[in-house]
């Protein structure tokens, strides 16, 4: 049970009595700041217990409760066992969630008209919980990048209408997985601490933790691979002249349908020795329509290459293909005259 002191003013205590009531709420509920006097509640129907301490109270003075602007009565159902006079239990209800509510306690006259002490609490009922998104919003951020080969690290947030912080947890699974067996504490752009295989396929799953403790019910994942999109040369890979022609016929398979820049370069040995002014020969992108889809596409040369390229007896030559959140990939092909 998370204790919330009363925290209204003195003036409250009409009578004069000396702070004989304690009220809490139980969970899911926390002030909204620290020693704040406003509390954030999770759930429509809360449920309060009220101490009162009734030793210095006229002897027919009473406990009594009520919320907002709502008639008093009394605080529900009192407790049996009790470390002070009276116990109560007292169970709130609300139609939606909205903020501005009061609990207010009072040990008050039969009447009403004097109140020997006055307590309560002010709070909000939100019954939302976190909704966890994959990447920055703000910042257009793509949701995944790996600091090195065997490491993955990914963004994501809990938008808040309220801007109250959420904390978050994280596990990477097989990608036929259910759910995780385990979480972990993790924070947005950091280095996932689990060693990846350079060719396996992976997901990765994510949920906020908000405010009040609860996490997000639908977790977000994301199938992913250090290599995301294999690419395979499936044709006309011998000459320069024929790629010029014909164009380099390519196969692409890829985990999720994200874009593939693939570039023929000249390597820089040859650039130099040749005194060419660039490296770069032609350059295709791609992106298959579907996850663990495959494209087939052609890659052209640029028009008016050099005529000193089709002279040589031997070009070493590169095809770097790029997705994005991934270190680029190189295929290295030796072409003839």
């Not at 002191?5 to 009595?17: D, E, F, K, Q, T």
């Not at 977790?219 to 164009?247: D, E, M, N, Q, W």
């Not at 693939?262 to 660039?278: C, E, F, H, M, R």
């Amino acid at each position: 049970m998370l204790v919330l002191l009363a925290g209204l003013p003195a003036s409250a205590h009409a009578g004069g009595g000396p702070n004989a009531l304690k009220v809490t709420v139980d969970p899911p509920s926390r002030p909204q700041e620290p020693g704040s006097d406003q509390y954030v509640i999770g759930t429509r129907t809360p449920t309060f217990h009220v101490q009162a301490d009734l030793s210095g109270a006229p002897p027919d003075y009473q406990v009594r409760c009520h919320v907002d602007t709502n008639p008093d009565g009394p605080c529900g159902t009192q407790d049996s066992q009790c470390p002070v006079s009276q116990c109560w239990t007292f169970t709130a209800s609300h139609d939606s969630d909205g903020d501005g509510h009061i609990l207010t306690v009072t040990i008050s006259s039969p009447d009403g008209t004097d109140d020997y002490d006055v307590g309560g609490i002010s709070y909000n009922v939100d019954t939302t919980p976190a909704d966890t998104q994959l990447g920055d919003p703000d910042a257009g951020d793509y949701p995944i990048d790996f600091p090195d080969r065997r490491h993955v690290q990914f963004w994501f947030s809990a938008p808040d209408p309220d801007s109250l912080d959420a904390t978050f947890q994280c596990a990477i699974t097989a990608p036929g997985a259910a759910a995780p067996s385990s979480w972990s504490k993790c924070a947005s752009a950091q280095r996932q601490p689990q060693k990846l295989a350079v060719t396996g396929t992976y997901r990765f799953w994510v949920r906020a933790i908000d405010f009040l403790g609860r996490p997000d019910p639908t977790p977000v994942s994301y199938i992913f691979s250090p290599t995301p999109c294999r690419l395979k040369v499936v044709s006309g890979a011998r000459t320069l002249r024929a790629i010029t022609k014909h164009g380099l016929k390519l196969r692409m398979t890829c985990l999720e349908p994200v874009g593939l820049d693939v570039k023929l370069l000249l390597n820089t040995a040859q650039t130099i020795k040749l005194q060419l002014p660039y490296s770069q020969l032609g350059e295709k992108f791609a992106t298959p329509k579907a996850p663990q889809s495959s494209t087939t596409f052609t890659l052209h040369t640029y028009k008016g290459l050099p005529k000193k390229l089709f002279r040589q007896k031997k070009l070493f030559v590169g095809l770097v293909s790029n997705t994005i959140g991934t270190p680029p990939k190189l295929i290295e092909l030796k072409l003839h005259r």
